[in-house]
């Protein structure tokens, strides 16, 4: 069998396209190696995000440099977001690369690796491949949790953006391929999916006929031995009533929704082209409270959009304290080649992205401190995926509006268990709880 080594920059979609990547391959005799010096094909999974992601990708394509040096015969191949958008920045930098392609291309990896190993000149790849929904996944040990996509690419065009260019237009998987793929992971053990896609609740209207996030919940729901069902990531502008309710009524959907915000000041919204405003979004997160009242809310926020004034920043500051998020992912904003905010005026510098960038983190760890201390007290459904971290002995979960959890459950918990634990202590990052009944968690659970 020929060796190949993967090695994955970016989101949980990238992470789910190299798990593919790797399915794939397997069935033409490829197996994974954690030892890049001993593969014969090394493939880098890109993110072209925000530039600093582009760093750390031809950083490591120096390092790939010097393998090859000795061993001509080595195929290193660039894929993902990242190669759909630069290949010819790609081929430039590091002239060692044999081969280019984009996400769209995925379901050819094979024949593309095959050309690449032929062929004296790099293969490029940036077209589209049919839309199948690839099952094959590398015979790792049974996972409790994992990552589905749902659908690929996606139409938001948000000024800031590359993913519309690296991952062509929204295509949904069709439902039956999806709890297929998904009773598959079960029968080996999977507990808990995450239905990801660019902008999940706007899965598919592109159908024939046409059905939604909604629908597809309803669908995973029913496969027996599934516990819990996550999503990510979703645009207020396709949040919808039915969505709402599916929320509530679906039991195995979990109560944590990931929105993401970018900004609290309308004036950047619409030059953001986000499709909502503020008052829009807080309605939404009201609705979604009123639905479900233990709902977690998480989002992103991007700091320093061009023409971000004081005032602006102080509008998402006054959200983030609002909406009392228990997470919130803070990104300075960086240019992307080809998005319409690349070129607008009013660029903000550095240390100004910088220091809001600190202030939001601030505001964030306070009102998320908070939403853990109202906790302390509860009892919790846990799914228990591991050992504790820090403490030996210990048992760590997550509950379902996803806080990590560590309790003493040796020997009366196993990994895989879903188990009630009263929480007993917030501290930054976790709670820590003791083990009990069901009964306690009434309020807690649908
Ligand atoms: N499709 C999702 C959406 O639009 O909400 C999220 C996709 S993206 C992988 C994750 C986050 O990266 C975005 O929500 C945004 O906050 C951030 N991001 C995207 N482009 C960015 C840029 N040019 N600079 C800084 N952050 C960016």
Redesign the pocket.
């Known amino acids: 069998m020929a060796k190949l080594h993967l090695i994955t920059y970016?989101?949980q979609?990238n992470e789910y396209d190299s798990e593919r990547v790797a399915g794939l391959l397997r069935e033409r005799q490829y197996e994974l190696t954690d030892d890049a010096a001993a593969a014969d094909v090394i493939l880098v999974n890109t993110?072209a995000?925000?530039e600093k992601a582009e760093d750390k990708v031809f950083s490591k394509l120096g390092e790939l440099r010097r393998l090859k040096a000795g061993r001509p015969d080595l195929v290193i191949g660039v894929m993902g977001c990242m190669a759909q958008l630069q290949q010819g920045m790609v081929l430039r930098r590091a002239p060692q690369v044999d081969l280019v392609f984009g996400s769209p291309a995925i379901a050819r990896v094979a024949e593309l690796v095959e050309r690449a190993r032929r062929e004296p000149r790099p293969v490029l790849e940036t077209g589209e491949a049919p839309l199948v929904k690839i099952t094959a996944k590398p015979p790792s040990a049974a996972r409790l949790k994992a990552f589905v996509t749902v659908m690929e690419g996606?139409e938001?065009h948000?000024t800031?953006?590359?993913?519309p260019r690296t991952r062509g237009r929204e295509r949904s998987h069709p439902p039956a391929a999806i709890v297929a793929e998904i009773e598959g992971l079960v029968a080996e053990g999977c507990r808990e999916v995450t239905l990801l896609g660019?902008?999940v609740n706007a899965y598919g209207r592109d159908l024939t006929p046409p059905t939604d996030l909604a629908e597809l919940f309803a669908r995973v729901n029913d496969v027996a031995g599934l516990e819990r069902i996550r999503f990510t990531?979703?645009?207020p502008y396709n949040l919808t009533p039915r969505l709402i309710r599916a929320m509530r009524e679906v039991p195995k959907v979990c109560e944590w929704f990931h929105l993401?915000l970018?900004s609290g000041s309308d004036r950047v919204l619409e030059r953001m082209n986000r499709g909502y405003t503020r008052a829009r979004y807080l309605e939404l997160v009201d609705a979604l409270r009123e639905a479900e009242p233990a709902m977690a809310f998480s989002t992103?926020?991007?700091v320093g959009?061009p023409g971000e004034t004081e005032a602006d920043f102080a509008a998402t500051l006054e959200v983030v304290e609002r909406v009392a998020f228990d997470n919130v992912?803070v990104?300075?904003?960086?240019?992307?080649p080809g998005?319409p905010?690349a070129t607008m005026p009013e660029q903000v510098a550095d240390d100004v992205k910088a220091d809001r960038n600190r202030r939001v983190l601030e505001v964030a760890q306070r009102v998320g401190a908070a939403r853990s201390a109202h906790l302390r007290g509860r009892t919790m459904e846990v799914l228990v995926d591991g050992a504790s971290r820090r403490s030996t002995g210990e048992l760590s979960g997550r509950t379902r509006c996803n806080r990590v959890v560590n309790f003493d459950g040796q020997g009366r918990a196993a990994v895989g268990d879903v188990v009630h634990v009263r929480v007993t202590d917030a501290l930054p990052h976790s709670l820590r709880g003791m083990l009990t009944t069901p009964e306690e968690a009434v309020c807690w659970s649908k």
């Open positions: 970016g989101c979609m993110c995000i925000r996606c938001k948000c800031f953006c590359v993913v660019q902008t990531t979703s645009n993401p970018q992103d926020i991007i959009f992912f990104f300075r904003y960086s240019r992307r998005t905010a």
